[in-house]
């Protein structure tokens, strides 16, 4: 508790973070770097815990249409919309996060040639799976997707369950 007020240098810092939050420690380094400027701090190689709580705070809310704005996400889904005739994409490791995540999704409805999008390795949480799942309502024509080691959970699978449907396969012992 009192870590909230303590202020920590990088390496507990993102002890800390990464043991709460299973983050990796890479990308908790370069939270704490652009915390330590001038614009959020002293720039003095130290951070509190509350100090990241209030700047969180301070960030505005941005709208699904700002979001889907995004001059990223909007470059990201240019690529695969009913214009290309890319057939497999892959932005592994490309940190790409639910706002991109939703302007794949929008383009993807529009989509004819995709048939693999591997998305592996990004910042993707249920959000951005809702969104692509919903475009696999409109483009049927997605064979592979690739979603591992992002941060979709049991909320992002339900909305692909609730799209493409579930069946249960029962296994029976041999005798």
Excluded at 56 to 82: V, Y
């Amino acid at each position: 508790a009192t870590s909230s007020f303590n202020p920590l240098d990088m390496r507990s810092f993102t002890e800390a973070v990464h043991t709460k939050f299973g983050l990796p420690s890479e990308e908790v380094d370069r939270v704490f770097k652009v915390l330590d400027t001038p614009t959020f701090s002293a720039g003095d190689g130290l951070v509190t815990l509350g100090h990241v709580k209030e700047v969180l705070e301070q960030l505005p809310a941005l709208s699904h249409e700002e979001e889907l704005k995004d001059p990223i996400g909007a470059a990201f889904g240019a690529l695969l919309d009913g214009t290309s005739v890319v057939e497999i994409a892959s932005f592994r490791y490309c940190e790409l996060g639910s706002i991109e995540a939703q302007a794949i999704g929008k383009a993807l409805q529009q989509a004819q040639h995709l048939r693999a999008l591997n998305l592996w390795g990004n910042h993707i949480c249920d959000r951005g799976a809702a969104a692509l799942a919903e475009a696999c309502e409109h483009y049927f024509g997605l064979q592979y997707l690739g979603l591992g080691r992002n941060y979709v959970t049991h909320v992002g699978l339900e909305s692909f369950c609730k799209v493409l449907g579930v069946s249960r396969i029962d296994l029976k012992e041999r005798g």
